[in-house]
């Protein structure tokens, strides 16, 4: 590959733009300063660069299977799926969830085994990343149906001439009416199939916020709107202001916060009611300050949303090490009866101690590091709470797990890697 470096940096930036994927493009494109560009330079750098990007995560890609193998793999234990180790090496590995992790793998073996002209477009930069993992997660499940290998040509080398034009979104639209027309009948069982990836997830936003996507059947949503819009009916009023969305968000929360009123004396987990817990600081409580509170499972709130929503709460003293904010005790001197261990470890961890997992500590298994079997004390340094799936692999799948005295921990993987796991002072997000 040559690129005439006499020539001024634009025309370079033009010579790079049509250059595949490889070292030799990126180390010309690092060389050049895109601010000294002219506009139009900017962008058709910034399009070079993403065609190199498209070439290292070709690379990358080659990698994770290197690591999770081309197929999945099976484990010998009924509690336990495909991938388990391969999965959490990738994961600890990016510091990436379990699941991102997996979904980077099963992207990867999809591409290779059965798209090699998507494989070999994205390796030159003639498509993007997200293309490529667009036209993988379409084809998936009619590949897993077993589609013949002449439609599957068809419907990824039309997807990759759309994709030269199009956006991501709009391929996965194109190669969705391609399976449709090919196979209706397929068609009807992948709608079928798709009713069990129906879920629900909340991801945290900026400024006290976080949106909530629920992925539903076409008629569940219409209930679950319908019960939202009769709830904002019956309680509108002349004088009310808010919007109709805000009514809308506002009829939610009220319905979800109804059913849980109505199981907390059955639903108890780590026999406490569930609840929503905030973590503050004495003097913003009696409004003497307005330092921030943490919400549990979300981050930072504002002070006066923290006092409203505890002005009719149940109270517990925390007491934290002064310089790191780590709990170090939860206002007994003894940890007998049971209960207020409990009590301790769910506030200390608040969710799963295993890398990257966000699991909340109401579903997860309270664990002896080092088993009491083996000698382990029950005590706060050597009891953590995990997950039921890194509790498993823990126990059965090679894992080693130390815990230490202000509730960090290491984890050794089966390859022998290290993963330290910090402690979590109380009032910052876990």
Not at 51 to 66: C, M, P, V
Not at 291 to 313: H, Q
Not at 324 to 335: A, C, F, I, M, V
């Amino acid at each position: 590959m040559r690129v005439s470096l006499d020539k001024r940096p634009e025309e370079q930036v033009i010579e790079l733009l049509h250059q595949p994927g490889g070292y030799e493009a990126l180390g010309h494109l690092i060389g050049i300063n895109p601010e000294k560009l002219t506009s139009a330079g900017r962008i058709d750098y910034l399009a070079a660069l993403e065609r190199q990007h498209s070439w290292l995560t070709s690379l990358i890609q080659n990698a994770t299977l290197a690591i999770a193998g081309s197929e999945p793999s099976q484990s010998e234990n009924l509690w336990e799926g495909v991938d388990e180790a391969e999965r959490e090496d990738v994961a600890t590995a990016l510091r990436l969830s379990a699941n991102t992790a997996q979904s980077r793998i099963d992207t990867a073996r999809v591409l290779t085994n059965h798209l090699p002209a998507t494989c070999q477009a994205l390796a030159v930069g003639d498509i993007s990343p997200s293309h490529a993992t667009l036209i993988a997660r379409e084809t998936s499940e009619a590949i897993k149906r077993g589609i013949s290998t002449e439609d599957l040509i068809h419907i990824e080398n039309r997807a990759l001439a759309h994709a030269e034009f199009h956006t991501p979104a709009q391929v996965g639209r194109k190669i969705r009416t391609l399976i449709a027309q090919i196979s209706p009948e397929t068609f009807e069982e992948s709608v079928a199939i798709a009713r069990d990836t129906r879920s629900v997830h909340m991801y945290p936003e900026s400024d006290g916020m976080a949106t909530v996507i629920a992925l539903l059947p076409a008629e569940d949503a219409q209930t679950v709107m319908l019960a939202i819009n009769t709830l904002v009916e019956t309680q509108s009023s002349l004088a009310d202001s808010r919007s109709i969305e805000m009514k809308r968000a506002d009829a939610l929360a009220a319905i979800c916060g109804d059913i849980l009123a109505r199981i907390s004396d059955e639903h108890q987990p780590h026999r406490r009611p569930v609840t929503i817990n905030i973590t503050m600081d004495l003097p913003t409580a009696l409004g003497m300050a307005d330092n921030p509170a943490e919400l549990a499972g979300y981050g930072p709130i504002p002070a006066s949303v923290a006092r409203t929503l505890s002005a009719d709460a149940k109270w517990r003293r925390f007491i934290t090490d002064p310089l790191t904010g780590n709990l170090l005790d939860y206002g007994r001197e003894t940890y007998v009866p049971p209960q207020p261990l409990v009590d301790f470890l769910t506030a200390r961890d608040r969710i799963c101690r295993f890398p990257g997992c966000s699991q909340p500590s109401r579903i997860s298994d309270i664990d002896h590091a080092i088993p009491w079997e083996e000698g382990g004390p029950t005590s706060p340094t050597n009891l953590g709470l995990l997950c039921r799936r890194h509790h498993r692999m823990k126990t059965h799948n090679g894992w080693k797990l130390m815990s230490h005295e202000d509730g960090s921990c290491t984890w050794t993987s089966p390859a022998g890697k290290e993963i330290f796991v910090p402690s979590r002072p109380i009032h910052e997000s876990a």
